[in-house]
């Protein structure tokens, strides 16, 4: 079946530092791949999406490049801001049978200081 | 407008009890979903329908029972509630042709 596997957390960084978060998948055909994020006590948004290989996704500095001969959705921003602490999770929807449903990652606790 | 909007968003209640929570979309799109979130954060499917047809059920107790009375509205009706089934549920909904997923704000379900 599909699968999402991400970097453990928690991750905890200075303000202005630079943020990788490792997402990679397995999955049949040629899954569309996406990054939520989810602000505490709040519900998930979109951060970025990716729907074949070599795309880019880049939405507030954030950006992840869909790498199919590696299979992985790196999340990256070169300097991370207090305001960016939150839960990430990297995602993925398959064709087919699957109906569209969301896979997703254990999620990634990211906690910014000042 | 709130896009996908879930209520309560709070709900506490006593093992044994029986719940319901409701999703309301107005963005016209065609599939909905539920998701559990558990308190390791850990988001899993549990039920899809698309225009009123029930299309994913992943194997979930039959306590949980989905009810779609239209394309617009996805409703979670669990029965006997129990200690485990405590978590924070997600009602979601996606369009076709390349749209993506909209999701509500969630109800955190605590059971005592």
């Known amino acids: 079946g599909n699968s999402v596997t991400q970097m453990e957390g928690p991750v905890t960084l200075s303000e202005e530092a630079f943020l990788t978060i490792n997402c990679t998948y397995t999955?049949?055909?040629?899954?569309?791949l996406f990054w939520y994020v989810q602000y505490p006590g709040e519900g998930l948004q979109l951060l970025l999406k990716a729907t074949k290989a070599d795309d880019k996704g880049s939405n507030k500095g954030f950006e992840a490049t869909y790498r199919k001969e590696t299979t992985s959705f790196h999340l990256e921003k070169g300097s991370v801001q207090v305001s960016d602490s939150a839960v990430y999770f990297c995602?993925?929807?398959?064709?087919?049978?699957?109906?569209?449903?969301?896979?997703f990652g254990q999620g990634t606790i990211l906690t910014v200081h000042p | 407008d709130t896009a996908v909007s879930q209520t309560p968003k709070y709900l506490v209640t006593q093992m044994g009890n029986d719940k319901s929570i409701k999703c309301e979309q107005n963005?016209?799109?065609?599939?909905m979903y539920w998701y559990k979130q558990d308190s390791k954060k850990f988001l899993k499917i549990m039920f899809s329908?698309?225009?009123?047809?029930?299309?994913i059920n992943e194997t979930v107790p039959n306590r949980f029972s989905p009810k779609s009375p239209d394309k617009a509205h996805l409703n979670l009706h669990i029965n006997s509630l129990e200690l485990g089934d405590s978590a924070v549920y997600f009602c979601a909904s996606r369009g076709t042709g390349g749209s993506g997923y909209t999701f509500g704000s969630g109800t955190r379900l605590t059971v005592v």
């Open positions: 963005l016209g799109h065609d599939t």
């Open positions: 999955a049949t055909g040629y899954p569309s």
């Open positions: 329908y698309n225009n009123k047809e029930l299309i």
């Open positions: 995602a993925l929807s398959a064709g087919g049978t699957s109906y569209g449903k969301l896979t």
